[in-house]
């Protein structure tokens, strides 16, 4: 079963009377199990996009179907509890993930109240992010690297069926971003954790099984095994991406031409 299907998902956000739509007929289906790294330049959607995965925003147009159900027809408490068992979410503001004031431990069990609390869980997941010494200190007193590796570990307390993260590892280095890569992909080897990570590190994209480019809203680009694709969206539409822009730049006119298994694109003068 698909754990996310989205079908001509449009986000518009309204502010002081100015309209900013941040995604528009994104069509995206991510099977259970998959690890999709989520790509695209600054502005381009990304987190709008897993807010939404998140049921955190509804859709300003389009349906969302996260683990089968139709969350446009459920109601905010369904939707809610929904979150609480099978969603783990971190954002891309790693203290906003966290209780200060609670120490490490105690945030890792508090995010399994909605299951079963699982304290060997809770001190399994704090060792492979190392902080296994940091138990009992305040996570308001904890380093940003710190925070963003306890804010992983937090959204993986509760084996969720769906891991969304925002950048987990822009404020880690190398060593510790190996080690948030390979908690999200354990988490999916293990307990068949579906993953969408934001990011713009290279060492976590290339290590998980599929990528989706988000440009200006729309999904530009897949990639698999190291090869990527553009994608044919509704009506036909394809973005050319920017590394050809020299040659077909945006707004130029092109012509087609038939090909035996598809078309080429020549750039033409009016
Ligand atoms: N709450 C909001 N109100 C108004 N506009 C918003 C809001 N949140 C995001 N936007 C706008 O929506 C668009 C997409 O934003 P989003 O945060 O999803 O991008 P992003 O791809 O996550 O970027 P970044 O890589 O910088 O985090 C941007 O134009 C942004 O300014
Ligand atoms: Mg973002």
Request: with cysteine; net charge neutral; glycine share 10%.
């Amino acid at each position: 079963m698909s754990v996310v299907r989205c079908d001509g998902i449009v986000q518009i956000y309204k502010a002081h009377e100015v309209e900013v739509v941040a995604l528009r007929d994104v069509d995206l289906v991510i099977d259970e199990g998959e690890t999709v790294a989520l790509l695209g330049p600054s502005g381009a959607g990304k987190s709008t996009l897993l807010w939404l995965l998140a049921g955190l925003l509804r859709p300003s147009a389009g349906r969302l179907w996260l683990n089968g159900a139709d969350i446009g027809r459920l109601s905010q408490r369904s939707l809610d509890r929904l979150r609480a068992a099978q969603i783990g979410m971190v954002l891309q503001n790693p203290a906003r993930n966290l209780i200060g004031y609670l120490s490490a431990a105690q945030n890792v069990t508090f995010a399994q109240r909605a299951v079963k609390r699982d304290r060997r869980r809770a001190g399994d997941l704090l060792r492979r992010v190392g902080l296994q010494d940091a138990g009992d200190r305040p996570a308001g007193r904890m380093s940003g690297g710190e925070q963003q590796r306890l804010a992983l570990a937090v959204a993986l307390a509760n084996k969720p069926r769906l891991l969304l993260a925002d950048e987990p590892t822009s404020q880690l280095d190398e060593r510790s971003g190996a080690w948030v890569v390979d908690l999200i992909k354990r988490a999916a080897d293990v307990d068949g954790t579906t993953a969408v990570v934001v990011t713009h590190d290279m060492s976590v994209s290339e290590a998980l099984g599929r990528t989706v480019t988000i440009r200006d809203g729309r999904v530009g680009a897949e990639g698999r095994r190291g090869e990527d694709f553009v994608v044919v969206g509704r009506e036909g539409a394809v973005q050319v991406p920017p590394e050809y822009h020299h040659l077909l730049p945006p707004g130029s006119m092109a012509r087609i031409e038939e090909l035996e298994d598809g078309i080429a694109l020549r750039r033409a003068e009016p």
